[in-house]
């Protein structure tokens, strides 16, 4: 099995009911990924992130804000945008 060496980094601004969750559960079953972070990016309500995920919040500041601050979050060598309404397929 390969070694995890990538950080799922999600942005997110009021996600729809049950999309950030899939989101969140594609990037966790791909044995390469190290750790998912969502960032919240003033959703009102704040938004959740499963057990197990970083979870940031900032006002918001638009998308490519997001991005970066998950992107200094990150702790692996490799990183990786998701969009919290887009899965990743396993293959």
Known sequence: MPEACVDVIIPTLRP???MLEEAVASARS???VRRVI???DGSDPP???PDGVVLLRQRNAGPGAARNRGLAASEAPWALFL???DMLRPD
């Open 30 to 32: 791909s044995p390469l």
């Open 83 to 85: 969009d919290d309404d």
């Open 38 to 40: 969502v960032v919240d």
């Open 47 to 49: 938004a959740e992130a």
């Open 16 to 18: 729809q009911a049950g």
